[in-house]
């Protein structure tokens, strides 16, 4: 299979809704995502998880003088990662086909531009094509924010200039790192930024150091982890729910994604000597999310920070460097599940905030759990799974995670085990206000319709299915994950 067309299939249909008439333009857009989908449907199929290195490769000459290979390829790290990409973009597409945008052309591209990119970051086997998807990711996001956010114009325009600024800050200092890997690397001979290439190359412990720094940061922006948020509040309070749900559930397992495919395999004595600090970053932001959620009244930050929670746990499992990899696994299962998770549980907010005449505030919800069973038992399901309910994906990523971790950082996995407490607090208190509590006055008590069933039950169906058979994904990523981790503890 050619992954060139899984990866511009969505662009080139958004092309192509661009020059004809509004009404069209929405239903393309679903046809750009669901082939993609289909596609990655047949990957995950005919992908053999008892081969080693990549499969289904793309790799051509790109920027000769500059040693840039165009190289796309799968392995079990970035497989069910692609999996999750396409179905978010298809679910967010059916909704933006069911409840018309503003603009729909024009939102249409930019969600279709943002599905190349995040593609492009999780394929591209070559770095600096991976730095190109990375930073091309932004600019989307950047136009759906700025003029589709919802708030005040003052709120819109304050959370699209800390969006840029603390990502493009940490792209840029990954660009540098990017660079500096690929010279030091050549040390006077063949430029080369490809990724197997890289792999070789033996780098001083101090060089390692420093470049290390340059794509931590920018992974850490990019999740975010504590304390590198800031951007987070502003951002999640004011995108439109559909890109939300698309940015929440993938962007930032690109980050995470990236400390697999690049930190680890080309800067593995770095990545030992930070081991600590990473962890401890990640303890913090467990506590510190965990803390934030079950704090806030506003459906869309409890939300915002338990994925800083959760992106905690997932950054303990690749940083515990346990010899099984379990961590490593545990951590690759806890991406898919995260976003399988808090997409439909921003398409449910969504619904909740109709209800509540527009407002995102939990104070203003109530009373849909007897008028509204189906969509309450919807959101029952991904609560229960985001606060990792035994029977759950959610809890066999956390279990191999805190495994991992217990195997070499005893001490933090005890502390990290507060932050599956503080989930069932946070979750189960969301779920109360907005489903049990009195209904508010000026409130709409109604079930979900189809159209919104259509795109809320897939996802949930999902969460399921991951939750009776996640051994398809862990027997898929078991290779890789080990390959990734040996270059640390060998």
């Given at each position: 299979m050619n992954l060139s067309i899984l990866l511009f299939w969505p662009l080139a249909l958004a092309f192509l809704s661009a020059t004809i008439g509004r009404r069209i333009a929405a239903w393309l857009a679903v046809v750009g995502a669901l082939i993609p989908l289909g596609f990655a449907v047949g990957l995950i199929i005919g992908f053999d998880n008892g081969r080693d290195g990549l499969q289904f490769v793309t790799d051509d000459a790109w920027i000769k003088p500059l040693g840039i290979r165009y190289k796309l390829g799968l392995d079990g790290l970035n497989l069910w990662l692609i999996g999750l990409t396409t179905l978010l973009?298809?679910?967010?597409?059916?909704?933006?086909?069911?409840?018309?945008?503003?603009?729909?052309?024009?939102?249409?591209?930019h969600l279709a531009l943002a599905e190349t990119a995040v593609l492009g970051a999780f394929l591209a086997q070559d770095l600096a094509l991976f730095v190109l998807f990375f930073d091309l990711m932004l600019v989307p996001f950047y136009f759906l924010v700025g003029q589709w956010g919802t708030g005040s114009r003052e709120q819109v325009l304050a959370a699209t200039y800390k969006l840029i600024i603390y990502t493009l800050v940490g792209s840029l200092l990954m660009l540098a790192g990017a660079v500096a890997t690929a010279v030091l690397s050549a040390d006077g001979g063949t430029l080369s930024f490809a990724l197997s290439d890289l792999a070789k190359a033996d780098l001083g412990e101090s060089t390692q150091r420093w470049i290390f720094v340059?794509?931590?940061?920018?992974?850490?922006?990019?999740?975010?982890?504590?304390?590198?948020?800031?951007?987070?509040?502003?951002?999640?309070?004011?995108?439109?729910?559909?890109?939300?749900?698309?940015?929440?559930?993938v962007l930032s397992k690109v980050a995470a994604y990236g400390f697999l495919r690049i930190v680890l395999p080309l800067f593995p004595a770095a990545a030992q000597d930070y081991q600590t600090l990473i962890l401890v970053l990640a303890l913090c932001s467990i506590v510190y999310g965990s803390a934030q959620?079950?704090?806030?009244?506003?459906?869309?930050?409890?939300?915002?920070?338990?994925?800083?929670?959760?992106?905690?746990?997932?950054?303990?499992?690749?940083?515990?460097?346990d010899p099984e990899g379990r961590g490593g696994q545990g951590a690759v299962l806890q991406m898919v599940n995260h976003g399988l998770v808090v997409a439909p549980l921003f398409f449910i907010v969504a619904l909740l905030a109709e209800r509540a005449g527009g407002s995102d505030d939990i104070r203003d919800m109530g009373g849909l759990a007897f008028r509204a069973p189906v969509l309450a038992s919807l959101f029952l399901i991904a609560a229960l799974a985001t606060l990792a309910m035994p029977g759950s994906a959610n809890f066999a990523g956390e279990f191999l995670i805190l495994l991992g971790l217990f195997q070499t950082k005893l001490a933090m996995a005890v502390i990290a085990f507060t932050g599956v407490a503080m989930a069932s607090v946070y979750m189960l208190r969301f779920y109360i206000r907005t489903m049990h509590n009195r209904r508010p006055e000026g409130t709409a008590s109604r079930e979900l319709t189809l159209g919104d069933a259509a795109v809320i039950v897939p996802l949930v169906?999902?969460?399921?299915?991951?939750a009776l058979y996640p051994q398809g994904a862990l027997k898929d990523s078991e290779p890789a994950v080990k390959a990734a981790i040996q270059e640390v503890v060998r």
């Amino acid at each position: 299979m050619n992954l060139s067309i899984l990866l511009f299939w969505p662009l080139a249909l958004a092309f192509l809704s661009a020059t004809i008439g509004r009404r069209i333009a929405a239903w393309l857009a679903v046809v750009g995502a669901l082939i993609p989908l289909g596609f990655a449907v047949g990957l995950i199929i005919g992908f053999d998880n008892g081969r080693d290195g990549l499969q289904f490769v793309t790799d051509d000459a790109w920027i000769k003088p500059l040693g840039i290979r165009y190289k796309l390829g799968l392995d079990g790290l970035n497989l069910w990662l692609i999996g999750l990409t396409t179905l978010l973009f298809a679910a967010a597409s059916i909704w933006m086909l069911l409840r018309p945008v503003a603009r729909p052309r024009l939102f249409a591209f930019h969600l279709a531009l943002a599905e190349t990119a995040v593609l492009g970051a999780f394929l591209a086997q070559d770095l600096a094509l991976f730095v190109l998807f990375f930073d091309l990711m932004l600019v989307p996001f950047y136009f759906l924010v700025g003029q589709w956010g919802t708030g005040s114009r003052e709120q819109v325009l304050a959370a699209t200039y800390k969006l840029i600024i603390y990502t493009l800050v940490g792209s840029l200092l990954m660009l540098a790192g990017a660079v500096a890997t690929a010279v030091l690397s050549a040390d006077g001979g063949t430029l080369s930024f490809a990724l197997s290439d890289l792999a070789k190359a033996d780098l001083g412990e101090s060089t390692q150091r420093w470049i290390f720094v340059t794509f931590a940061l920018a992974f850490l922006i990019k999740m975010p982890l504590f304390p590198f948020h800031a951007w987070m509040p502003d951002t999640y309070s004011t995108m439109p729910l559909p890109a939300l749900a698309i940015f929440s559930g993938v962007l930032s397992k690109v980050a995470a994604y990236g400390f697999l495919r690049i930190v680890l395999p080309l800067f593995p004595a770095a990545a030992q000597d930070y081991q600590t600090l990473i962890l401890v970053l990640a303890l913090c932001s467990i506590v510190y999310g965990s803390a934030q959620a079950f704090t806030q009244t506003n459906a869309r930050l409890v939300l915002g920070y338990s994925s800083v929670a959760q992106l905690g746990f997932i950054v303990l499992g690749i940083f515990a460097f346990d010899p099984e990899g379990r961590g490593g696994q545990g951590a690759v299962l806890q991406m898919v599940n995260h976003g399988l998770v808090v997409a439909p549980l921003f398409f449910i907010v969504a619904l909740l905030a109709e209800r509540a005449g527009g407002s995102d505030d939990i104070r203003d919800m109530g009373g849909l759990a007897f008028r509204a069973p189906v969509l309450a038992s919807l959101f029952l399901i991904a609560a229960l799974a985001t606060l990792a309910m035994p029977g759950s994906a959610n809890f066999a990523g956390e279990f191999l995670i805190l495994l991992g971790l217990f195997q070499t950082k005893l001490a933090m996995a005890v502390i990290a085990f507060t932050g599956v407490a503080m989930a069932s607090v946070y979750m189960l208190r969301f779920y109360i206000r907005t489903m049990h509590n009195r209904r508010p006055e000026g409130t709409a008590s109604r079930e979900l319709t189809l159209g919104d069933a259509a795109v809320i039950v897939p996802l949930v169906l999902c969460i399921l299915a991951f939750a009776l058979y996640p051994q398809g994904a862990l027997k898929d990523s078991e290779p890789a994950v080990k390959a990734a981790i040996q270059e640390v503890v060998r």
